[in-house]
């Protein structure tokens, strides 16, 4: 029964991790051209640092093959693929592990591409998949499944009691003028939003105290009881909903929502432990 509960989890959370790397590997695919030499992420400029460095002329040659728009587009294709086959096959086998195997180190050699622009989804995107390809191994334990599951919900609990807790020593961010700054930017703006803002100065109040107090005590929904543990995640989720509409963050509602079961297990686990 509780094998069943933890391969159930996993299952959960892979499902909710694969939907948003898939639909990043889909808007990859879109964009392939910002990957070319006249390109945002220039596979030339990326490149600079391997000519610049002695080395393998074949290793080097090898690189400048993977990291172009070529053969990135040929790792998003195959991971797209590859995405599918494992909802297919069944993640505790033996070819399922193979695959999660696939899957992380193609995650990981784009993340080589886009380091410049990364953020805390894609680092929590390559915890996650370092988790479930370590304690997926077909030869594991239900005890290394049990360290899986609570390593994502310490993470995820841990990630937002740290933002929350950054926010707090932020001047701007205790000022309630936060939040509306952030819409005002050109990369993550939205001029309605920005303008709905203006001259609001309860509703910024609420809104920047709002993130700063509820990421802060976010850990505590590991252990409140389980109405008031979905009240936190609740205000997650419909957090990064807000933040993927207006903010255009999409990789981080996906990167997180795929953590929200694991803590719903720990929650409950947790519990459990105490009644017994």
Request: positive net charge.
């Amino acid at each position: 029964m509780i094998m069943n509960a933890l391969i159930q989890t996993y299952k959960i959370i892979y499902i909710l991790f694969a939907l948003g790397i898939f639909i990043s590997t889909t808007e990859y695919l879109a964009k392939i051209k910002i990957f070319s030499s006249k390109g945002m992420l220039s596979c030339d400029l990326q490149q600079i640092n391997w000519k610049s460095r002695e080395g393998n002329g074949i290793l080097k040659q090898l690189l400048s093959t993977i990291f172009s728009e070529d053969g990135l587009k040929y790792i998003f294709l195959f991971r797209s693929i590859n995405i599918v086959l494992l909802f297919i096959v069944p993640l505790s086998s033996p070819v399922g592990w193979v695959l999660l195997i696939i899957l992380g180190l193609s995650i990981y050699t784009a993340s080589l591409m886009t380091r410049y622009g990364s953020d805390g989804s894609d680092q929590m995107t390559l915890l996650i998949i370092i988790t479930l390809i370590v304690c997926l191994v077909p030869t594991g334990s239900r005890l290394l499944l049990y360290a899986g599951i609570w390593f994502i919900a310490l993470q995820s609990c841990l990630s937002y009691a740290v933002a929350g807790i950054s926010k707090l020593a932020s001047t701007e961010w205790r000022a309630s003028t936060a939040i509306r700054s952030i819409f005002s930017t050109k990369t993550y703006g939205s001029e309605r939003a920005a303008q709905f803002l203006k001259n609001k100065r309860t509703m910024n109040i609420f809104l920047c105290w709002n993130v700063m107090l509820t990421e802060a005590l976010f850990p505590l929904c590991l252990i409140l009881p389980l109405p008031f543990a979905i009240a936190f995640l609740v205000w997650g989720f419909t957090f990064h909903l807000l933040n993927a509409i207006i903010m255009g963050l999409n990789s981080f509602f996906w990167a997180f929502m795929a953590t929200y079961p694991a803590i719903l297990f720990v929650n409950l686990q947790i519990h459990q432990l105490l009644y017994a």
